[in-house]
């Protein structure tokens, strides 16, 4: 009788063991499939446990992480010296801030940050008219958020409707890029073209053409903290110019 009990006591502790660490590969282990915190300098392909959902369309990162490769034994960094000296002449503030950047972050891929601030830009530009504020916030720094938070209320207390199509970014170069003090600073000019016009509650234009094709040039600064473990770069300060 004793060993009918000690058969299924084993059997019972058996199925206790596998039920456990069942659940705590479901539980308690990370898959690699975790939704990585949102950054604005690399962009990211469609999360596909997101089912389209409209928050995730909303998130686009500008790139800041890249493999390493490795050269006959030694990793070496993607971003070398030699690909900063094709987008800025070495000597130049822009080549200098770059290099900095690259040097003390060990993940910022030149090529890849304007990629991925291009997409950021067409992505606020577009925001902003829709008065989307759950995306801006997403994009902008705290004072940069207020300044477009501002002009939307504005636009809304008169009832206003900003009607703005995105053509497409003509080009998109690098303007400045610095270190200071761990604040990592980049600056991009952006050239591009927009239908945009503005119109009353009645629908009638006030501002602007719905038709015609714009030529706009903006100078925006995007910032990262590289102490920081948050990977996230912010539109920190905007200009246009003429």
């Not at 010296?81 to 800025?88: E, H, L, M």
């Not at 703005?164 to 600073?185: C, E, P, R």
């Amino acid at each position: 009788m004793n060993d009918f009990f000690d058969i299924y006591s084993l059997i019972f502790l058996v199925l206790a063991i596998a039920i456990f660490f069942r659940l705590r590969s479901v539980l308690g282990k990370r898959t690699g499939n975790e939704r990585p915190p949102f950054d604005p300098s690399a962009r990211r392909g469609p999360d596909p446990q997101a089912n389209g959902s409209a928050d995730n369309e909303n998130v686009i990162s500008l790139p800041n992480a890249r493999e390493p490769v490795r050269d006959n034994g030694v990793m070496e960094d993607v971003a070398s010296d030699k690909v900063i000296d094709k987008i800025a002449p070495p000597g130049t503030a822009v080549n200098d801030g770059l290099k900095a950047i690259s040097a003390a972050g060990g993940a910022f891929d030149p090529k890849e940050f304007i990629a991925g601030a291009k997409a950021a830009y067409e992505m606020i530009v577009v925001a902003f008219a829709e008065g989307d504020r759950k995306t801006l916030k997403q994009l902008l720094a705290r004072e940069v958020y207020e300044g477009f938070n501002a002009a939307i209320s504005d636009r809304e207390s008169r009832n206003e409707t900003a009607d703005t199509t995105f053509v497409g970014i003509d080009k998109a170069d690098y303007s400045d890029a610095a270190l200071k003090n761990g604040n990592a600073q980049v600056t991009v000019r952006f050239q591009s073209q927009l239908i945009s016009a503005t119109r009353d509650s009645n629908g009638n234009v006030i501002d602007g053409d719905p038709i015609k094709v714009i030529d706009v040039t903006d100078v925006w600064t995007f910032a990262r903290d590289i102490n920081s473990r948050d990977p996230n770069w912010h539109l920190v300060a905007t200009e246009s110019a003429e």
